[in-house]
């Protein structure tokens, strides 16, 4: 069974920082891009991030560019987003997403003092 | 403010037939496929037709759905109640280098 399980959300203080985790298993995932996602309390989804299968290809949304940084471990079958400069607006539950078509529950950053 | 354009809100009764559209540009649909997703309340996005008109295992044949030039649409026939949820299109662009979201249509089952 293909599963993919988000780790590391909480509540954080404005400029702080944190680091997002996503575990997989059921797949190879060598195989796939893998995609960040987010959703802002009662309002729609948002792509942040997402990574190619061998980590040497990144894209980012402009408003966490220079901010957030995705990165992936092969061996280890984890993905990762470093959140730095958090925001208000960076509050959200956090998707972790294999291509595209698989997502995990979820895991909620809330960035507040 | 999304790149994707959809009603915020669609509704019919059991049985009947409803259909969601998605409104892009060139440099997403009119170039790339499109996704949908269903979004039932309080929990995660699940895929519902990738690559404009393909189903994954375990979709429903209720749902279909088509594209032409840069706009897609999404059909559900047959409405039942557990359809109750919120609907995104998702399309790669290619002028941002990103996935893109439509709004989200809220789906109501009279």
């Known amino acids: 069974e293909v599963q993919v399980v988000e780790s590391g959300g909480e509540l954080v203080q404005p400029g702080g920082s944190l680091r997002l985790s996503c575990t997989v298993s059921?797949?190879?995932?060598?195989?796939?891009?893998m995609t960040w996602a987010r959703q802002a309390p009662g309002k729609g989804l948002e792509w942040v991030a997402n990574?190619?299968?061998?980590?040497?290809?990144?894209y980012y949304v402009d408003s966490v560019k220079g901010r957030f940084t995705i990165s992936r471990d092969n061996a280890k079958n984890s993905l990762n987003l470093q959140m730095n400069s958090l925001r208000a607006e960076d509050t959200a539950v956090y998707y972790c997403?294999?291509?595209?078509?698989?997502w995990g529950q979820g895991t909620t950053v809330t960035v507040s003092s | 403010q999304s790149v994707l354009t959809q009603a915020p809100s669609a509704s019919g009764t059991p049985g009947q037939r409803v259909t969601i559209s998605c409104s892009g540009s060139?440099?997403?649909?009119?170039?790339?496929?499109v996704n949908w997703y269903q979004q039932l309340p309080g929990t995660a996005p699940k895929l519902l037709i990738y690559?404009?008109?393909q189903r994954p295992s375990g979709a429903p044949d209720r749902f279909s759905g088509s594209k032409s030039g840069t706009s897609a649409s999404l059909a559900i026939s047959g409405l039942q109640s557990e359809d109750e949820a919120d609907y995104y299109c998702a399309a790669w662009d290619n002028s941002l280098n990103g996935w893109i979201f439509g709004g989200g249509t809220k789906l109501t089952v009279l």
């Open positions: 690559d404009n008109n």
């Open positions: 997403v294999r291509n595209m078509d698989v």
């Open positions: 990574i190619n299968q061998d980590g040497s290809g990144k």
């Open positions: 060139s440099s997403n649909i009119g170039s790339n496929t």
């Open positions: 059921g797949f190879t995932f060598s195989g796939y891009w």
